[in-house]
């Protein structure tokens, strides 16, 4: 029987994800609304079905890679979500980066109907995905985990946080708190080189080979001087670092950097800017000082 897979979030991770498997030899049903999508998803040899019930009652195992919160839910749990299509032999793995308290009450509708659920979001971006390389941050129940992992495998290596959904979140959002506080950083250093007469490419190369340099250095700020995809999408990273900031005020956490960094991304979100490339962020401060 040839080995499948459901994938429901056919985006800038869901679509590199789902030639991943079927370069693996993997039949992959999925589901997208957009026609282009749709068509490039059946391009690459995916199987488009008209919900995700329809995904789920497919195959053993759905990989949920949507944006955000109120997507997760409606994929899940909605009418023709993934739950009215699934058996007790199913399992949903959830990498999308979401709030704790919205992915551990999904876990709860999937344990209530005697699903397994996989809490896996991940770091690394589309270009780790081609080749396997993601690094998965893991929560899952040790008899779940070991079904997903040949799957999980196929695009990454595991890092094993614990056995309750949520914890993978938790994890997740320590590692978006600094690749935002990366990106402003960046953005507010090629800003100080450009001021100051220095040329920003050699400021970079500098900085990137040196102690502070880090891969999403190097990869975001070749992205800004040169004009190129960078390895997220600016409304992504504006849901990440909003969500840092929910989770701070839960807790008390006079998270200042954060602070001052979800502002640089609310202001480009106010500016009509969610749908643009990451490495854009830099035009807002670049527009507060230009004279």
Same mark, same amino acid.
């Given at each position: 029987?040839?080995?499948?897979?459901?994938?429901?979030?056919?985006?800038?991770?869901?679509?590199?994800?789902?030639?991943?498997?079927?370069?693996?030899?993997?039949?992959?049903?999925?589901?997208?609304?957009?026609?282009?999508?749709?068509?490039?998803?059946?391009?690459?040899?995916?199987?488009?079905?008209?919900?995700?019930?329809?995904?789920?009652?497919?195959?053993?195992?759905?990989? $949920?890679?949507?944006?955000?919160?109120?997507?997760?839910?409606?994929?899940? =749990?909605?009418?023709?979500?993934?739950?009215?299509? !699934?058996?007790?032999?199913?399992? $949903?793995? /959830?990498?999308? !980066?979401?709030?704790?308290?919205?992915?551990?009450?999904?876990?709860?509708? /999937?344990?209530?109907?005697?699903?397994?659920?996989?809490? /896996?979001?991940?770091?690394?971006?589309?270009?780790?995905?081609? !080749?396997?390389?993601?690094?998965?941050?893991?929560?899952?129940?040790?008899?779940?985990?070991?079904? =997903?992992?040949?799957?999980?495998?196929?695009?990454?290596?595991?890092?094993?946080?614990?056995?309750?959904?949520?914890?993978?979140?938790?994890?997740?959002?320590?590692?978006?708190?600094? $690749?935002?506080?990366?990106?402003?950083? !960046?953005?507010?250093?090629?800003?100080?080189?450009?001021? =100051?007469?220095?040329?920003?490419?050699?400021?970079?190369?500098?900085?990137?080979?040196?102690?502070?340099?880090?891969?999403?250095?190097?990869?975001?700020?070749?992205?800004?001087?040169?004009?190129?995809?960078?390895?997220?999408?600016?409304?992504?990273?504006?849901?990440?670092?909003?969500?840092?900031? =929910?989770?701070?005020?839960?807790?008390?956490?006079?998270?200042?950097?954060?602070?001052?960094?979800?502002?640089?991304?609310?202001?480009?979100?106010?500016?009509?800017?969610?749908?643009?490339?990451?490495?854009?962020?830099?035009?807002?401060?670049?527009?507060?000082?230009?004279?």
């Amino acid at each position: 029987m040839a080995k499948s897979i459901g994938i429901i979030g056919l985006g800038r991770v869901g679509m590199v994800a789902a030639e991943k498997y079927i370069s693996e030899g993997y039949q992959v049903f999925g589901y997208a609304r957009r026609p282009e999508v749709i068509a490039e998803f059946e391009k690459l040899g995916g199987i488009h079905l008209e919900n995700p019930a329809s995904v789920a009652s497919s195959v053993k195992m759905v990989i $949920v890679l949507v944006l955000n919160d109120s997507q997760v839910k409606e994929v899940v =749990t909605g009418e023709g979500g993934i739950l009215d299509g !699934t058996s007790p032999e199913s399992t $949903v793995i /959830c990498m999308s !980066t979401i709030n704790r308290s919205n992915l551990e009450w999904v876990a709860g509708k /999937c344990s209530e109907r005697g699903v397994g659920f996989a809490d /896996c979001p991940f770091t690394g971006g589309p270009g780790r995905v081609k !080749t396997g390389t993601l690094t998965l941050i893991a929560a899952a129940a040790p008899a779940v985990l070991e079904k =997903t992992r040949p799957v999980l495998e196929v695009i990454g290596q595991i890092t094993l946080i614990g056995d309750t959904p949520g914890m993978g979140q938790a994890v997740k959002h320590c590692n978006q708190l600094l $690749v935002t506080a990366v990106h402003t950083a !960046t953005n507010e250093l090629i800003t100080l080189a450009r001021k =100051t007469g220095a040329d920003p490419h050699l400021v970079c190369e500098v900085v990137g080979s040196g102690i502070a340099g880090n891969d999403y250095f190097r990869l975001l700020s070749s992205a800004i001087l040169n004009d190129t995809a960078s390895p997220g999408g600016l409304g992504q990273l504006w849901k990440d670092v909003n969500i840092i900031v =929910t989770t701070a005020r839960e807790h008390n956490l006079p998270l200042l950097g954060t602070y001052a960094t979800a502002h640089y991304f609310n202001m480009a979100v106010a500016q009509g800017m969610e749908n643009e490339d990451a490495a854009r962020l830099i035009e807002v401060l670049q527009k507060m000082i230009e004279p």
